[in-house]
Every structure is written in C-alpha cells, then in structure tokens.
C-alpha cells in the first residue's frame, strides 16, 4: 500500500509563488511515477504534470507549461510542484498521484494512477 500526503496550498495573489510537496511512504517508488492533478468546483479533475521516478522525466498540461515545475527527492520519496506566476484559473485542490504499473509513455489520465493523496486547495486571488 502507498500512502501519500500533500502539503503547500494556501491562498496567493495573483502573479504570486507556492509550492506544493507530496510525500509518499509504504512501498518503493524507484520504478514509479507521480503525477499532479486538480479539480476546480464544478469541474472534471484535469492532468497538471508528471513525472517518471528513476529517470526524472517530466510532462506538463498546456495550461501549465513555463509557470509550473514538478521535481522529486528520491532521498525522501517527496515530489514537489513548484508553481510560479499563478493566475486565478489556477484555483483548485490540487492532488499527487502514484502510478505503480511499468509502462510507456508519459500518464496523463485519472484511471492511469493507482494511489491518490487527500488534495490541498490552492486559491488564487484577483
């Protein structure tokens, strides 16, 4: 079982920094990969970034693509969304996710990740 544990949302104004961390725990990660998602109200939960554990590789939404930047400490099984230059659309919980099945590609769908966190909201302000 994989338990992982978001932290970092807040409330910022627009154009402002957060980031946010995930730390997972129970089974390895080397051959996983994470992934960041969020839900807005009303809305479908939406695909932010991913990354591959042991190579590093990444993959970002169009929305996010040059503000957003998703790492992982392998040290301490934490992967980290670093969002820059937020705008109000931003506004939602944003969730990590944990893929535990090899494959190919990058994951960008909901049903793609086996473990999911609780969410922390992020609120961007006007």
């Known amino acids: 079982q994989v338990q992982l544990v978001e932290s970092g949302g807040g409330l910022v104004q627009a154009g402002g920094s957060l980031r946010l961390s995930c730390a997972a725990s129970g089974r390895t990660f080397s051959s996983y990969a994470m992934g960041w998602f969020r839900q807005a109200p009303g809305k479908e939960r939406e695909f932010v970034a991913t990354i591959k554990w042991s190579s590093g590789n990444t993959y970002y939404a169009d929305s996010v693509k040059g503000r957003f930047t998703i790492s992982r400490d392998n040290a301490k099984n934490t992967v980290y969304l670093q969002m820059n230059s937020l705008k109000p659309e931003d506004t939602a919980v944003y969730y990590c996710?944990?893929?535990?099945?090899?494959?190919?590609?990058?994951?960008?769908?909901?049903?793609?990740?086996?473990?999911w966190g609780q969410g922390t909201q992020v609120t961007v302000s006007s």
């Open positions: 996710a944990a893929r535990s099945r090899s494959g190919f590609g990058y994951y960008t769908v909901v049903s793609q990740y086996d473990y």
